[in-house]
């Protein structure tokens, strides 16, 4: 865990704000005033992630971004499971807490399942919805489908399946405090070329010990072994999140999760949105054009 008022070299310069309701010192970002804009990160990720798209999109909105359990400056509980209905449930304590509606809910990587059963949850309290470089899980067939055909070329996936298979998925998984940025980088993606040591402490810092490493095994593990089990909605509230305004953007050199597969799992679901690409982007695409992305969603926003 990342100590609360670290900035990282004056790179995460935003207050912490902590929150306890969901049985542990969950932390996020609240910056600005007006129509509140959540911001959901993935794996290995947390908030730093968002770090260049929060002041732009904060000029004239309210913008939340949490940390999960075991990620960021969020607190790494011993007594729960580290599932993504157990992450839904926290989200949407805070997102009660806080009571936000009129939200523009903004997914990244595992943002997909639990932005996706949020949205099932609380549709009433979702106004647009923001896609990066992922789906929207509702426990659909085509979903399963698309996490076959693309675990089949993905190059992590295919090093995930080899280290389960062999018994070093784990042991490698738990020296992410040294190794998570390599990863990152070489089987996911990014561009950026100026990795500083603020970047790199930001990334490998929350995972400095054995007891943080919950999160960032629990999440890729479970879709490794197939534990995972997308939220599923019922038809009426898969028609009330599909009834939304959404918008993709797309990093299309992303090496994990490939567009080939994800973007028409989306177009399925939202017929109408428009998508984005970023041909100089990859799949942490919020490091690599973090200025077009926050013009992108706040265009997205005024005309929607």
């Known amino acids: 865990m990342i100590e609360e008022n670290d900035t990282l070299g004056g790179t995460f310069p935003f207050k ?54 075991g990620f960021g400056k969020s607190e790494t509980p011993q007594h729960l499971e580290y599932t993504a209905r157990q992450n839904t449930d926290n989200l949407e304590i805070l997102v009660k807490e806080l009571d936000l509606h009129d939200i523009t809910l903004v997914v990244h990587d595992w943002g997909r399942q639990i932005g996706g059963a949020l949205a099932l949850r609380q549709a009433s309290r979702i106004r647009r919805i923001v896609v990066m470089n992922t789906m929207l899980s509702m426990g659909l067939p085509e979903e399963e489908i698309c996490w076959t055909e693309n675990s ?18 784990e042991a490698t998984l738990m020296n992410s405090g040294v190794a998570i940025v390599g990863l990152m980088k ?57 009834a939304k305004p959404a918008m993709m953007i797309e990093g299309t050199k992303d090496k994990v999760l490939l567009a080939k597969h994800f973007v028409p799992v989306f177009k399925k679901g939202f017929p109408n949105a428009s998508i984005h690409y970023l041909d100089q982007a990859s799949h942490f695409l919020l490091e690599d054009e973090p200025e077009k992305i926050g013009q992108l969603i706040l265009d997205f926003m005024k005309n929607s």
């Open 186 to 242: 070489l089987l996911q993606g990014f561009e950026r070329a100026n990795v500083t040591e603020d970047f790199f402490r930001a990334y490998s810092l929350p995972f400095a010990t054995p007891e943080e490493y919950n999160g960032v095994i629990a999440f890729p593990k479970s879709i490794v072994t197939g534990s995972f089990k997308a939220e599923t909605g019922s038809e009426s509230q898969i028609s009330a999140v599909r």
């Open 152 to 169: 089949k070329e993905s190059a992590w996936f295919g090093w995930a399946d080899r280290a389960v298979a062999n018994g070093t998925f």
């Open 16 to 69: 912490p704000h902590f929150s306890s309701g969901p049985g542990f010192r969950m932390h996020y970002v609240d910056e600005g005033q007006g129509l509140p804009v959540l911001c959901l990160h993935g794996e290995p990720t947390w908030g730093y992630l968002y770090r260049e798209v929060i002041p732009i999109l904060a000029q004239n909105n309210r913008v939340i971004v949490p940390d999960y359990m």
